[in-house]
């Protein structure tokens, strides 16, 4: 079994910037990431707003950081996943891909967060066959098409206005009855003459056969349905945290969020949670950034504690 | 040509001399964007691991990639990217979208066998 002082859990800006500070700090790192390297930072496709950097694709800036962090000797495992956790106590194991065993004094937990989905089986069923989570990716398939956009944060309403480069027609279905977004990109996306707004509706079942032709929407004031027909329907209705696998170890909110003090540790010695993981209010690359050197310098102090 | 670790190929005869030649060959047809990026490192993962299967990437706006974008398999996909699995040079599954470890391992073992 390999031992490391660290092992890192999750390859976003928050545990790439952890590993970066622990290894220089002549600490041995191995991260583990059950996705790519860099997070929900490679579902950017631009990122404007990180200090120093005019302007980057997000997959350039996040293997910008895994490159960083494997120059200063850290050891990324990416596309693995966890197949045992044994955290609690003071040597911490964890077992990859069912065959890779590794200990570790301490653990940084850095797990991000995922796309929320609808749930609904027939989202499933039309993945790439109309159904899609990225506008800059998918957008060019609409062309001349009518889709349907389904939420009202920030991300449903700027990619609702960018897919009228292609589609003929965008429709808005959003659950309450008001949008959860910047008030610039409320009312870009209201003024656009392309947009149609749904308030207070949901997404009943997606319609086709072999691939999307409708959605069934259902007002949630009456209970009406009506079909609209679509070939296209983006999902943008949130992220929720990744912290399923750490329910029964640490303490963590109603949302899902693992609770932390100021150093970033946890309820369990030795453990620290950074970034989007963890209970906190503004979710972006610069403060997972943040988190991932505080838990790391923690990580440090502890390191030379104990 | 697309900046993954994988090896590419860049032409409709190409496709075809490896199709014919590999028993088991798996491409995954997109660009540089974040519903391919995933896949690719799925690939670049599992290419130790299935010793047996030919992984390859090709650029979904090359014009010679029509060969994998006109496919029937293909008809119906909006979403890259387009992933084929080709065994003794016929298609034995297509993907459209962005797909995951298990989702990728689970076509390999089925179509093509699992790994010892
Ligand atoms: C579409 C979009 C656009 C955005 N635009 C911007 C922007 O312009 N500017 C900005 O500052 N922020 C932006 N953000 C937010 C920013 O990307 C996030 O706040 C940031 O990436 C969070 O970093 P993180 O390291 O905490 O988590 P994440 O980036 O979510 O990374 C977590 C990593 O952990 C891995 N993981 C999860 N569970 C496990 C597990 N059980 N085992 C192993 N690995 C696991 C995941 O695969 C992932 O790689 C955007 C987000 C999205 C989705």
């Given at each position: 079994?390999?031992?490391?002082?660290?092992?890192?859990?999750?390859a976003?800006?928050?545990?790439?910037?952890?590993?970066?500070?622990?290894?220089?700090?002549?600490?041995?790192?191995?991260?583990?990431?059950?996705?790519s390297?860099?997070?929900?930072?490679?579902?950017?496709?631009?990122?404007?707003?990180?200090?120093?950097?005019?302007?980057?694709?997000?997959?350039?800036?996040?293997?910008?950081?895994?490159?960083?962090?494997?120059s200063?000797?850290?050891?990324?495992?990416?596309?693995?996943?966890?197949?045992?956790?044994?955290?609690?106590?003071?040597e911490?194991?964890?077992?990859?891909?069912?065959?890779?065993?590794?200990?570790?004094?301490?653990?940084?937990?850095?797990?991000?967060?995922?796309?929320?989905?609808?749930?609904?089986?027939?989202?499933?069923?039309?993945?790439?066959?109309?159904?899609?989570?990225?506008?800059?990716?998918?957008?060019?398939?609409?062309?001349?098409?009518?889709i349907?956009?389904?939420?009202?944060?920030?991300s449903?309403?700027?990619?609702?206005?960018?897919?009228?480069?292609?589609?003929?027609?965008?429709?808005?279905?959003?659950?309450?009855?008001?949008?959860?977004?910047?008030?610039?990109?409320?009312?870009?996306?209201?003024?656009?003459?392309?947009?149609?707004?749904?308030?207070?509706?949901?997404?009943?079942?997606?319609?086709?056969?072999e691939?999307?032709?409708?959605?069934?929407?259902?007002?949630?004031?009456?209970?009406?349905?009506?079909?609209?027909?679509?070939?296209?329907?983006?999902?943008?209705?949130?992220?929720?945290?990744?912290?399923?696998?750490?329910?029964?170890?640490?303490?963590?909110?109603?949302?899902?969020?693992?609770?932390v003090?100021s150093?970033?540790?946890?309820?369990?010695?030795?453990?620290?949670?950074?970034?989007?993981?963890?209970?906190?209010?503004?979710?972006?690359?610069?403060?997972?950034?943040?988190?991932?050197?505080?838990?790391?310098?923690?990580?440090?102090?502890?390191?030379?504690?104990? | 040509?697309?900046?993954?670790?994988?090896?590419?190929?860049?032409?409709?005869?190409?496709?075809?001399?490896?199709?014919?030649?590999?028993?088991?060959?798996?491409?995954?047809?997109?660009?540089?964007?974040?519903?391919?990026?995933?896949?690719?490192?799925?690939?670049?993962?599992?290419?130790?691991?299935?010793?047996?299967?030919?992984?390859?990437?090709?650029?979904?706006?090359?014009?010679?990639?029509?060969?994998?974008?006109?496919?029937?398999?293909?008809?119906?996909?909006?979403?890259?990217?387009?992933?084929?699995?080709?065994?003794?040079?016929?298609?034995?599954?297509?993907?459209?979208?962005?797909?995951?470890?298990?989702?990728?391992?689970?076509?390999?073992?089925?179509?093509?066998?699992?790994?010892?």
């Amino acid at each position: 079994m390999k031992k490391y002082d660290t092992i890192i859990i999750g390859a976003g800006p928050a545990g790439l910037t952890a590993g970066i500070y622990l290894a220089r700090a002549k600490r041995s790192v191995l991260i583990i990431d059950s996705g790519s390297a860099g997070g929900q930072m490679i579902l950017t496709h631009k990122i404007a707003n990180y200090p120093g950097v005019l302007d980057i694709s997000g997959y350039e800036l996040a293997n910008n950081m895994k490159k960083q962090a494997k120059s200063f000797g850290c050891k990324i495992l990416s596309s693995s996943d966890i197949t045992k956790l044994d955290i609690a106590g003071k040597e911490k194991f964890i077992q990859v891909d069912g065959e890779d065993d590794f200990s570790a004094d301490s653990v940084i937990i850095a797990t991000g967060g995922e796309p929320r989905s609808l749930g609904l089986d027939s989202e499933k069923k039309f993945k790439g066959k109309g159904i899609s989570y990225c506008a800059t990716c998918d957008g060019d398939f609409f062309q001349d098409k009518d889709i349907v956009v389904i939420g009202g944060g920030n991300s449903a309403l700027e990619e609702a206005v960018s897919l009228t480069k292609y589609a003929s027609s965008v429709t808005i279905v959003h659950q309450f009855d008001h949008f959860q977004g910047y008030e610039h990109a409320i009312r870009e996306a209201q003024d656009h003459p392309k947009i149609k707004i749904i308030l207070e509706s949901d997404v009943e079942e997606f319609i086709g056969d072999e691939s999307l032709t409708s959605v069934r929407i259902k007002s949630n004031k009456d209970g009406s349905t009506q079909d609209l027909n679509v070939t296209g329907g983006f999902i943008f209705i949130g992220y929720i945290p990744r912290t399923s696998v750490f329910k029964d170890i640490l303490d963590i909110n109603n949302r899902g969020e693992i609770l932390v003090d100021s150093d970033l540790k946890t309820n369990v010695k030795g453990v620290f949670a950074a970034g989007d993981v963890i209970e906190k209010k503004v979710r972006q690359v610069t403060t997972a950034v943040s988190d991932g050197s505080v838990a790391a310098l923690g990580v440090i102090d502890f390191l030379n504690s104990h | 040509m697309l900046g993954t670790n994988l090896n590419h190929i860049e032409s409709a005869s190409s496709l075809e001399k490896t199709i014919n030649e590999n028993e088991n060959v798996m491409v995954c047809c997109g660009r540089m964007g974040p519903m391919c990026l995933p896949v690719y490192d799925v690939m670049e993962n599992l290419e130790d691991k299935y010793e047996d299967v030919k992984f390859f990437d090709m650029e979904f706006d090359n014009p010679e990639a029509a060969i994998i974008r006109n496919l029937p398999e293909c008809r119906s996909f909006q979403g890259l990217p387009f992933v084929v699995y080709y065994k003794n040079g016929k298609v034995a599954k297509a993907t459209s979208s962005i797909q995951n470890k298990d989702e990728v391992k689970a076509i390999l073992n089925d179509k093509f066998g699992t790994p010892e």
